[in-house]
């Protein structure tokens, strides 16, 4: 699975000294490894500096050294595609939803089966956040409820129901029971877990807000903006202490923003923040003043439909149309974000 091979249709590729393939890049050959998915990717986390598990419209979720392109697992188990994965760092379980309503949890080093399934929503499962101590996961739907489980026993601890709450994205805060939440009704909310409650609502925006973050101190959230022709297409910072207020905004995409992370901390770096789009675009953003650092435009790729931070300087970039795509942050004169592989 992680033999090396050429995307004719894609990219033209050519023979290295050593005898694999690449293709030009800004300043060397882009690896092209074997594709992970058969199809288009949909998301895309993170579990180790070097391991990623994505998940695709082969109804697959996979878990990738994306350093040699090596597909340590394969699990299918979903009759449709797989919507969103996360786990928690370092964790040796991941977590699946899928258009078929089913969320699913995957040991690394398992059987090929699920360790545990929770049903129960009654649409397409569009959000998961799972706790730090992953005992327990937060679930949202397209059926307007947001659901907690204790991730050990597959039991529903509570259930949450809110009017025309079309769930986009979930992701826990750090050292906190809190559960920020964005939605297709352009608002996003913070959920005390404990017993499932808003704690707090946002500032509404324009547009739909399709994808949320947290920085890994926990003092704010980054969400980002649906939108066309520049129109929305935006990253919008909050403080998630006292004030809760929107600090800066990220503009320059020219269509939907579809995903939007931290990175972690570099020392040689100020605090930053990077988006996908649509519109093929990766860029990175100071977090506080908003100036773009560096930009990369995958050609070919289609929508960007998710982004995972490995490190302070690698990205990984789900796509529609090429795969997994492995980004880093290089520091020469300027700051540029080049692609080094492709899955």
Request: proline fraction near 4%; charged fraction near 20%; hydrophobic fraction near 35%.
């Amino acid at each position: 699975m992680g033999k090396l091979q050429s995307k004719i249709s894609l990219h033209t590729a050519t023979y290295r000294a050593d005898g694999s393939m690449g293709r030009p890049g800004c300043s060397g050959a882009v690896e092209l490894h074997s594709p992970v998915h058969s199809d288009a990717v949909t998301c895309v986390a993170a579990v180790r500096p070097e391991l990623c598990v994505s998940g695709g419209k082969d109804k697959s979720v996979a878990v990738c050294n994306w350093r040699s392109g090596a597909v340590l697992g394969r699990f299918v188990s979903h009759e449709h595609e797989v919507t969103k994965v996360t786990c928690t760092h370092d964790s040796s379980r991941v977590f699946s939803a899928s258009r078929d309503r089913t969320v699913m949890m995957w040991e690394l080093r398992g059987t090929s089966g699920p360790r545990q399934r929770f049903p129960g929503h009654d649409l397409v499962v569009t959000g998961l956040a799972v706790s730090p101590d992953a005992s327990q996961l937060c679930t949202g739907s397209r059926d307007n409820t947001i659901r907690k489980w204790d991730v050990e026993t597959g039991q529903c601890l509570c259930r949450a129901a809110l009017s025309r709450n079309l769930v986009t994205h979930l992701c826990w805060v750090p050292g906190e029971p809190y559960v920020i939440q964005t939605s297709e009704d352009k608002t996003i909310r913070m959920w005390d877990s404990r017993e499932l409650q808003v704690a707090h609502t946002f500032p509404g925006k324009r547009h739909i807000q399709t994808s949320c973050d947290v920085s890994q101190d926990g003092r704010y959230c980054v969400s980002s903006s649906s939108g066309f022709a520049g129109e929305g297409c935006e990253a919008t910072l909050w403080d998630l202490r006292q004030t809760r207020s929107r600090v800066c905004e990220y503009r320059g995409h020219l269509q939907t923003m579809a995903s939007c992370v931290f990175l972690p901390r570099d020392p040689a770096l100020t605090p930053c923040i990077a988006t996908s789009s649509h519109d093929s675009k990766v860029k990175v953003w100071d977090r506080d003043t908003g100036a773009c650092l560096a930009t990369t435009c995958l050609e070919g790729a289609g929508p960007l439909s998710s982004l995972a931070a490995c490190d302070g300087s690698t990205l990984l970039c789900a796509s529609f149309h090429s795969g997994i795509h492995v980004l880093q942050l290089r520091h020469l004169e300027e700051l540029e974000l080049e692609e080094v592989a492709t899955l």
